[in-house]
């Protein structure tokens, strides 16, 4: 059964750093593209950043973009969300998410998601 993990949420002020990671298990990574999605109360979940399988495309919102950088290390099963210069827009849930119906597609909709991870919360303070 496919798992997805998050770690590396919390609370950071504004203007701060945060790393994201996001490990794939159950079976291999390949022929996943992988995202990152976030979801602030009362809004509708958002695409942040996606990577294509093996990880020659990214994708980015224009509300991170300059900001985020997402990185894959497919021998760890691993993906990671860079994210520096935080605003407290930024503030939400984000979830990683793994789809398989266009590898080399870095960017999708929430329903074209095969697998989501639970969630990790970041918060950004002013």
């Known amino acids: 059964q496919v798992q997805l993990a998050e770690s590396g949420g919390g609370l950071v002020q504004a203007g701060g750093s945060l790393r994201l990671s996001c490990t794939f298990s159950?079976?291999?990574?390949?022929?996943?593209?992988m995202g990152w999605f976030r979801q602030a109360p009362g809004k509708e979940r958002e695409f942040v950043a996606g990577?294509?399988?093996?990880?020659?495309?990214?994708s980015y919102a224009d509300s991170v973009k300059g900001r985020f950088t997402m990185s894959r290390d497919n021998a760890k099963n691993t993906v990671y969300l860079q994210m520096n210069s935080l605003k407290p827009e930024d503030t939400a849930v984000y979830y990683c998410?793994?789809?398989?119906?266009?590898?080399?597609?870095?960017?999708?909709?929430?329903?074209?998601?095969?697998?989501w991870g639970q969630g990790t919360q970041v918060t950004v303070s002013s």
């Open positions: 998410a793994a789809s398989s119906r266009y590898p080399a597609r870095p960017r999708w909709t929430p329903a074209e998601s095969d697998y």
């Open positions: 159950g079976r291999t990574i390949r022929s996943y593209a």
């Open positions: 990577i294509s399988w093996p990880g020659y495309s990214t």
